[in-house]
């Protein structure tokens, strides 16, 4: 599925943390010569669980609410409500599970995700096998797994400086984004392929293999940790996440860019949540067709990854994020068009232009997000600018459910994708139209 317009580059490491000390290396470790991260050991097992775990999480997106709506007969709402679920624990303890994983060590604290993750999906085909498959068992799953990724991706972001020095963390975060980007094409064609073959239950059982396959590499990587530092408990929680609300809140460019964030997280996870519903049930696609409708959609997403940082220096960076605020917008509204074979071409080039629009955005402004907010505040700023993002997901896709459950998916999707179409023209509302690119500090441009 296309990546929450909100939602930070993956694999990037958390704004305005200070990184654990890097573990010291002998001078004939292959990890520290130049371009090396594919002779470094640890780096490869790293990479390989989390390309396998990636693979296997976008198989869930599609795999999760095909078994809802092919095996259990459910209806919009009750898949919207899946979706729901699975981001419900951003809003719910995002901002103080930053906190506890700076007291845990950050290896075992993934493993036991990657372990819990396994065992939820897992339980899902014992259940169909035993005949006792629910409704309510997805929705526990979907909640489970949602809140052990908050851990597994908050911890994630802060391990790879354990396994690198800090010049070798871009490129280790280079080869990770590229094959995160390349799993959101290759998971939904597998889980329709799959699903099409043997039922969408299996598919899910692929998910859970791979999260047992990442708690595998994990568990063989032999560099040490060093355990969290105590943390200064001299101001309070509160204190600190205000300040940076405050910033965001007072700053032209990170509000706007915050509110356009959320608002087209509405349109986009809304119409993503009920999209295989639509698909199934209205277009009449196949399982398959499904898979790979969805997969196609994706590639504008990794295209629009490799382009973004080049579209930036040659628009300039305010250009280039209101290019692909209108690319992420109004093109969603071929997706409704959706039908069966023939009818499929509108909606698949409307797809590939939003996730470009998105993709390309996402690039922009985490960037912009780094290099302009005063570095004691960074932290507290990306954290409060991601959970009003995230705080919509949940929302947005029950609120599709409901339409679509009331009037219909197609009326869902149409609703959803017209809001999204309408959300660039917050980035009219501020400074960002007149700049060529975005400021480098807290100035006007």
Known sequence: MTRAAGSAPPRTPAAGETPPAPTPRPAGDPGVR???????????????????????????????PLVAVTVLDAGAFGVAVLTAASWLPWLLVGLPVGAWVDRLPRRPLMIVCDLVCAALFLSVPVAALLGVLTVGQLLVVALGAGLARVFFETADQVYLPVLLRPEQVPEGNAKLQATQTASYVLGPGLAGGVAQLAGAVTALLLDALSFLFSAVCLLRIRTVEKPPGRVRRSRSLRREIGEGIRFVARDPYLRALTVFGAASNVGLVGYQAVLVVFLVREARLAPASVGALVAVMSLGGIVGALLATRLGRRLGTARALLLAGVLS???????????????LVLPAVGGVLVSFGVAV???VKGSFRQTYTPHHLLGRVTVSMQMLNYGTIPLAALLAGAVGAAYGTGTAIAVMTGWLALTPVILLVGPLWRCRDLPAAPEVC
């Open 34 to 64: 130049r371009g090396g991260l594919l002779r470094h050991r640890d780096f490869r097992l790293l990479w390989a669980g989390q390309t396998a775990s990636a693979v296997g999480s976008n198989v869930t997106t599609v795999a999760l």
């Open 329 to 343: 917008g109004p093109p969603a509204l071929l997706i409704p068009l959706a039908g069966p074979a023939g009818a």
């Open 361 to 363: 955005g996402n690039v």
